[in-house]
C-alpha cells in the first residue's frame, strides 16, 4: 500500500535520476512518433490520406473513441496517440481542441478501469503475465514515490495501461491516481502539436 505521505519526496537523489531518465525517455518516444509519423506522411500522404478519411468516415468520433477506449485497456502496439494523428489529418482538425481533449479523457477513463482492474485481478498469473517486467519498475516508483512516481510512469515510454494497472495493484490511492492521470490530456496536446509540423 502507498503511504499517502509519499507525495513528499524523501530520497530527492533518487527521484532526480529517475525523472531525469523518463523524461529523457519520454521525449525520445515523442521524437520517434514525430519522425514516425513524419515519414509517413511524407512517402505515403495520399494512401495515409485516404485511410485516415475512410476511418473517420466509417467510424466516426464515437467509434474511434470507442477503439482508443478498448486499446488503452490492454498493453498493445498501437498507441492511442494515432487517434491524435487522425484528428490531425482530417477535417476533425477544425476543431482539434475538443477532439484532442476528449481522446484525454477517453484515455484516463481507460486508466481508471486499470487502476481498478489491477486492484482486484492483479494478482493473476495472466495480468502478471501482460504486464511483464515493467510491473516490478513502474510499481517500484509508485511505491517510493506516490503521485511523483506515477507521473514519472505517466510521462515515461511505457504503456500508459501498464502505468495504471500497477498503480492499481500496489494500491495507489483513487484520488492521488485520478490526479495523475489527468496529465495524459497534457501529453496529448504535446503530441498533438508535434504532429502537426509533419
Not at 523518463?22 to 521525449?27: H, K, L, Q, T
Not at 498493445?76 to 487522425?86: A, D, G, K, N, V
Not at 498469473?125 to 510499481?139: A, D, P, S, T
Not at 496536446?189 to 508535434?194: D, K, V
Amino acid at each position: 500500500m502507498v503511504d499517502p505521505n509519499t507525495t513528499r519526496i524523501s530520497d530527492t537523489d533518487g527521484f532526480k535520476k529517475e525523472l531525469k531518465r523518463n523524461v529523457i525517455g519520454f521525449a525520445i518516444t515523442l521524437l520517434i512518433l514525430f519522425v514516425f509519423f513524419a515519414g509517413l506522411t511524407f512517402l505515403f500522404k495520399d494512401p495515409i490520406q485516404e485511410l485516415v478519411n475512410y476511418i473517420v468516415l466509417k467510424m466516426g468520433f464515437l467509434g474511434m473513441c470507442i477503439v482508443s477506449f478498448f486499446l488503452g485497456l490492454i498493453v498493445t502496439p498501437i498507441p492511442q496517440e494515432s487517434f491524435i494523428y487522425m484528428i490531425q489529418k482530417s477535417d476533425l482538425n477544425q476543431e482539434w481542441f475538443f477532439y484532442v481533449f476528449i481522446f484525454g479523457l477517453v484515455s484516463c477513463l481507460a486508466g481508471q478501469v486499470c487502476w481498478f482492474l489491477g486492484g482486484k485481478l492483479g494478482h493473476t498469473q495472466f495480468i502478471q503475465k501482460m504486464l511483464g517486467k515493467h510491473r516490478e519498475k513502474v510499481g517500484d516508483l509508485v511505491n517510493r514515490y506516490g503521485l511523483w512516481g506515477f507521473l514519472i510512469g505517466v510521462i515515461s515510454p511505457l504503456p500508459f495501461s501498464v502505468v495504471c494497472w500497477t498503480a492499481g495493484i500496489f494500491e495507489l490511492r483513487w484520488s492521488i491516481f485520478t490526479f495523475g492521470s489527468l496529465f495524459r490530456i497534457v501529453r496529448f496536446f504535446i503530441m498533438y502539436f508535434l504532429l502537426k509540423m509533419t
